[in-house]
T-cell receptor, first 114, second 114 residues
Framework: DSGVTQTPKHLITATGQRVTLRCSPR?????VYWYQQSLDQGLQFLIQ???????AKGNILERFSAQQFPDLHSELNLSSLELGDSALYFC?????????????FGQGTRLTVV | DAKTTQPPSMDCAEGRAANLPCNHS???????VYWYRQIHSQGPQYIIH???NNETNEMASLIITEDRKSSTLILPHATLRDTAVYYC???????????????FGKGTKLSVKP
């Protein structure tokens, strides 16, 4: 158990809809990262937050947005969903450890758009 | 982040050592070498990381060449449960900074066979 919790585990929705994925980081971790993994693209970095502020953006579509709340949990909002958005979405968190800043991943949310 | 090159796949006999190579010839002086693995559709799991010295933990050993242009992850006694995709990533250890995110390549698919 990595200590990172993602909900829901599975989500099935129709094209054009909007969904929200939730991530609770490990206790005390200030950094949260979101990744998308589809069959043909591998693990793609989407966005990073640190203590409520956006720090880095990767290949995140304009239809997607994220935020990190004061309690450090994070949400990834996906709107106007398309079939190609079907993927595993992972959240990771990292904290300042003794030996470095390794990131720990949740078990993911499997999104299926039909 | 520096690019890494890994073989796409490797086989290993159960109980034997698995040696997974990674080339990172353009690594810069402040970039660490990180290893993660992903067991079928689960969240990636941190294994080990290092800067220039060899490192060992309960999961694996990391051997980094003196010029830091390549490294080898060693699983000393591979088991069937070690079958996974192994990712070698180089990154700046910049907690909270925009360069702290992990950029995954295609990794090496390690198959441990009985």
């Amino acid at each position: 158990d990595s200590g990172v919790t993602q909900t829901p585990k599975h989500l099935i929705t129709a094209t054009g809809q909007r969904v929200t994925l939730r991530c609770s980081p490990r206790s005390g971790d200030l950094s949260v990262y979101w990744y998308q993994q589809s069959l043909d693209q591998g693990l793609q970095f989407l966005i990073q937050y640190y203590n409520g502020e956006e720090r880095a953006k990767g290949n995140i579509l304009e239809r997607f947005s994220a935020q990190q709340f004061p309690d450090l949990h994070s949400e990834l909002n996906l709107s106007s969903l398309e079939l190609g958005d079907s993927a595993l979405y992972f959240c990771a968190s990292s904290g300042r450890g003794v030996s470095g800043t390794e990131a720990f991943f949740g078990q993911g949310t499997r999104l299926t758009v039909v | 982040d520096a690019k890494t090159t890994q073989p796409p796949s490797m086989d290993c006999a159960e109980g034997r050592a698995a040696n997974l190579p990674c080339n990172h010839s353009t690594i810069s002086g402040n970039e660490y070498v990180y290893w993660y693995r992903q067991i079928h559709s689960q969240g990636p799991q941190y294994i080990i990381h290092g800067l220039k010295n060899n490192e060992t933990n309960e999961m694996a050993s990391l051997i980094i060449t003196e010029d830091r242009k390549s490294s080898t992850l060693i699983l000393p006694h591979a088991t069937l449960r070690d079958t996974a995709v192994y990712y070698c990533i180089v990154r700046i250890d910049n907690y909270g900074g925009s360069q702290g995110n992990l950029i995954f390549g295609k990794g090496t698919k390690l198959s441990v066979k009985p």
